[in-house]
């Protein structure tokens, strides 16, 4: 079974960088899509961003365009989230999630099976 472990969250100030780390134990994620979600306190969770088991396809919540960048290392088993120029509303705790299924995962016609416990991003001065 897929166990999927989050890192790199913490407080950083408003313009700064976090790199996020989702690993991947018990399977292989390189069958796998995997998306990052956060949700803020009183807020609906949100996709902020998916990429395709191979790593050919992307695609990013218009609140983070430009600003922040999916990857996926198959040999390491991973998927990471370059945040760039956060802001105070990047604050949430961010999950990764994952389906063989890109449409659970990348679109709303379902939820990822596998999910990550969190890491929680405080962007703050």
């Known amino acids: 079974q897929l166990q999927l472990e989050e890192s790199g969250g913490g407080l950083v100030q408003p313009g700064g960088s976090l790199r996020l780390s989702c690993a991947a134990s018990g399977s292989t994620l390189e069958y796998y899509n995997v998306a990052w979600f956060r949700q803020a306190p009183g807020k609906e969770r949100e996709r902020v961003s998916c990429i395709s088991s191979s790593g050919g396809m992307t695609n990013y919540a218009d609140s983070v365009k430009g600003r922040f960048t999916i990857s996926r290392d198959n040999a390491k088993n991973s998927v990471y989230l370059q945040m760039n120029r956060l802001k105070p509303e990047d604050t949430a705790v961010y999950y990764c999630?994952?389906?063989?299924?890109?449409?659970?995962?990348?679109?709303?016609?379902?939820?990822?099976?596998?999910w990550g416990q969190g890491t929680p991003v405080t962007v703050s001065s």
């Open positions: 999630a994952a389906d063989t299924s890109s449409a659970y995962v990348c679109y709303d016609t379902g939820t990822p099976r596998y």
